[in-house]
């Protein structure tokens, strides 16, 4: 049944109920529609495209954490300037940085369409190893080139 014909049909029954005058029937009816519109609400909360492509549901969560990655490092290392080599130290700053980017970013249903292709309780790991990942990547090819490692590298000021 469509929500239109859902909804005729509700009508016809307050009609019907407004010309008997039925009060058991009216609170009846008024708790069906209750059930049916929380189950539809829910239902369209979660509602998932089970034809998704898995590489897509992929591609999302490597989005959002480049997304934040080159935001973060935008802001607080290519800017800055004096940041001549990424030590440790710095990696783990961008790291964080990045980690907390990526988790304010999350929504309860993204979680839930990462949860289709992730353990969802392993979801937070998953997340943490693509981060790190993409920062060390990050980091490679920031130093790539470098010919000498500085001693000491001022770190991220927050």
């Known amino acids: 049944?469509?929500?239109?014909?859902?909804?005729?049909?509700?009508?016809?029954?307050?009609?019907?109920?407004?010309?008997?005058?039925?009060?058991?029937?009216?609170?009846?009816?008024?708790?069906?529609?209750?059930r049916?519109?929380?189950?539809?609400?829910?239902?369209?909360?979660?509602?998932?495209?089970?034809?998704?492509d898995v590489s897509s549901i992929e591609d999302e969560l490597e989005g959002i954490i480049v997304e934040a990655l080159n935001y973060y490092t935008i802001l607080n290392v290519d800017y800055r300037g004096d940041v001549v080599y990424i030590n440790d130290a710095i990696e783990n700053q961008i790291r964080e940085g990045v980690t907390k980017i990526v988790t304010e970013?999350?929504?309860?249903?993204?979680i839930a369409r990462f949860g289709l292709i992730y353990n969802s309780a392993a979801l937070a790991d998953v997340i943490g190893k693509k981060v790190y990942l993409a920062v060390m990547n990050y980091r490679i090819t920031f130093n790539r080139g470098k010919s000498a490692i500085p001693n000491e590298t001022t770190p991220i000021k927050s």
């Open 105 to 110: 970013n999350l929504t309860d249903l993204r």
């Open 36 to 52: 049916y519109l929380k189950a539809k609400a829910v239902m369209m909360k979660y509602q998932i495209d089970m034809e998704t």
């Open 1 to 34: 049944m469509t929500l239109s014909e859902f909804s005729t049909a509700v009508n016809a029954c307050c009609l019907i109920i407004s010309v008997v005058g039925g009060v058991s029937v009216a609170i009846y009816i008024a708790k069906a529609i209750a």
